[in-house]
T-cell receptor
Framework: DGGITQSPKYLFRKEGQNVTLSCEQN?????MYWYRQDPGQGLRLIYY???????QKGDIAEGYSVSREKKESFPLTVTSAQKNPTAFYLC????????????FGSGTRLTVV | GENVEQHPSTLSVQEGDSAVIKCTYS??????FPWYKQELGKRPQLIID?????GEKKDQRIAVTLNKTAKHFSLHITETQPEDSAVYFC?????????????FGAGTRLAVHP
C-alpha cells in the first residue's frame, strides 16, 4: 500500500458507538493527515499533525478525535457526536516541511448500521 | 481559509478529444498545485503537479497550466482514452500556523466514450 496502511478496509458502526480507524506509515514522514470523502464530493480535511504529540483541527473536526503518540501512527476516532459518519476516510502523509508528494492510504469505508 | 473551486463537475468527451478542467484558489500564498485521479473505491493517485514558479508543465498527454495573477490553474488531457475515465481533483497547498495542508476541489467526473 505504498508505505501507508489503513485498517480496516470496511467498518460498520452502530448508533452511539465510537470507532477508531487505524493509519500506519513506514515512510518516516513527519506530517500526517485525515480526510473525509462523501459520495460525489471532494476531500475535506478533518485533522492533521506535523510532529508527535501535536495536531491541528481541519475544516470538519467536530465529532472526531485523533492522537499522535508515535511518528508512524495517527489513529482517528469517530465519536458518537459525529451524527453523519458514513463516508470514505483517507489518511495521507508527507515529509516534514514539504508541500508535495502526499502519499494516500487505501482508505476505510465507514457505514452506520 | 483557503478555498478551491473546480469546474466542471462532470465532463463527457469522445475518445480522442481533449478534456480541460479548471480550478481557482483563494490564498495567494499557495505555492503547490497537484492534480489527482481517483478511480471508484480507490485512493487518489497523483498524476501531475506544478509549483508557483512555473507556468506550465507537461507529461505525455497531460499538461497543467498556472496563472498566479488570476489564481487559477487547469488540467489538460489530450487524445483521451476510455481508461482516462475517473474523478479528477485539483488541490492547492496552503500554510496555516506553520503547517502545510492541501485543500481540494470538489472533483470532476470525466467520462470518455469510445
Amino acid at each position: 500500500d505504498g508505505g501507508i496502511t489503513q485498517s480496516p478496509k470496511y467498518l460498520f458502526r452502530k448508533e452511539g458507538q465510537n470507532v477508531t480507524l487505524s493509519c500506519e506509515q513506514n515512510l518516516n514522514h513527519d506530517a500526517m493527515y485525515w480526510y473525509r470523502q462523501d459520495p460525489g464530493q471532494g476531500l475535506r480535511l478533518i485533522y492533521y499533525s506535523q510532529i508527535v504529540n501535536d495536531f491541528q483541527k481541519g475544516d470538519i473536526a467536530e465529532g472526531y478525535s485523533v492522537s499522535r503518540e508515535k511518528k508512524e501512527s495517527f489513529p482517528l476516532t469517530v465519536t458518537s457526536a459525529q451524527k453523519n459518519p458514513t463516508a470514505f476516510y483517507l489518511c495521507a502523509s508527507i515529509p516534514r516541511g514539504a508541500s508535495y508528494g502526499y502519499t494516500f492510504g487505501s482508505g476505510t469505508r465507514l457505514t452506520v448500521v | 481559509g483557503e478555498n478551491v473551486e473546480q469546474h466542471p463537475s462532470t465532463l463527457s468527451v469522445q475518445e480522442g478529444d481533449s478534456a480541460v478542467i479548471k480550478c481557482t484558489y483563494s490564498d495567494s500564498a499557495s505555492n503547490y498545485f497537484p492534480w489527482y485521479k481517483q478511480e471508484l473505491g480507490k485512493r487518489p493517485q497523483l498524476i501531475i503537479d506544478i509549483r508557483s514558479n512555473v507556468g506550465e508543465k507537461k507529461d505525455q498527454r497531460i499538461a497543467v497550466t498556472l496563472n498566479k495573477t488570476a489564481k487559477h490553474f487547469s488540467l489538460h488531457i489530450t487524445e483521451t482514452q476510455p481508461e482516462d475515465s475517473a474523478v479528477y481533483f485539483c488541490a492547492a497547498s496552503t500554510i496555516s500556523g506553520g503547517y502545510n495542508k492541501l485543500i481540494f476541489g470538489a472533483g470532476t467526473r470525466l467520462a470518455v466514450h469510445p
